[in-house]
């Protein structure tokens, strides 16, 4: 009896070992670097790295992100909430407005009997659609990991003189 629980209790810790080990080809790497909006630090922002699928490997692992502080900064996490840092490989990287931000006054809409709608706040977001909602923008986070992940930004304000 003793040995056929000692038998089990091998193959269960055998079989965590294995499964322990399938995550090593999702290892972490420590980054982390800072947002800027218009040359200046974006103290809003939610930056999201998505590590992105390969022909060898379909299920490239979990992503991560971060909030940045009042300096742009940020530290990336696993979205998990467990780890820090990011899965080592390229990365589809988003970044967007923590909350978005309230711009001005909608003027409202016509309906079909000639009514307006009243008007509303129209919320946009300062970051602009291509790093966000359009991004195709990569970073590849190397195995030692990097503090140089750096994101400069140009709003459609912030490109016009």
């Not at 590590?51 to 900064?73: C, E, Q």
């Not at 996490?77 to 978005?100: E, F, L, Q, W």
């Not at 190397?142 to 930004?153: E, L, Q, S, V, W």
Request: proline share 6%; glycine share 14%.
């Amino acid at each position: 009896m003793k040995s056929a629980r000692l038998a089990a209790a091998s193959f269960l810790v055998a079989g965590l070992l294995g499964i322990a080990g399938c995550g090593g080809s999702h290892r972490l790497a420590p980054v982390s670097g800072v947002v800027t909006l218009d040359g200046k630090p974006y103290d809003n922002a939610v930056v999201v790295f998505q590590p992105v699928a390969s022909k060898g490997n379909i299920n490239p692992g979990l992503g991560s992100s971060a909030h940045t502080d009042r300096n742009g900064r940020f530290v990336l996490k696993s979205m998990d909430g467990k780890n820090n840092g990011a899965i080592i490989g390229k990365h589809m990287v988003r970044i967007s407005t923590r909350g978005n931000d309230v711009v001005g006054e909608d003027l409202g809409t016509g309906s079909p009997d000639g009514v307006l709608a009243a008007p509303s706040k129209k919320i946009v977001n300062a970051i602009p659609p291509e790093w966000n909602s359009e991004s195709n923008k990569e970073f590849e986070v190397p195995a030692g990991g990097t503090d140089k992940a750096n994101f400069d930004i140009i709003s459609a304000k912030g490109g016009k003189k």
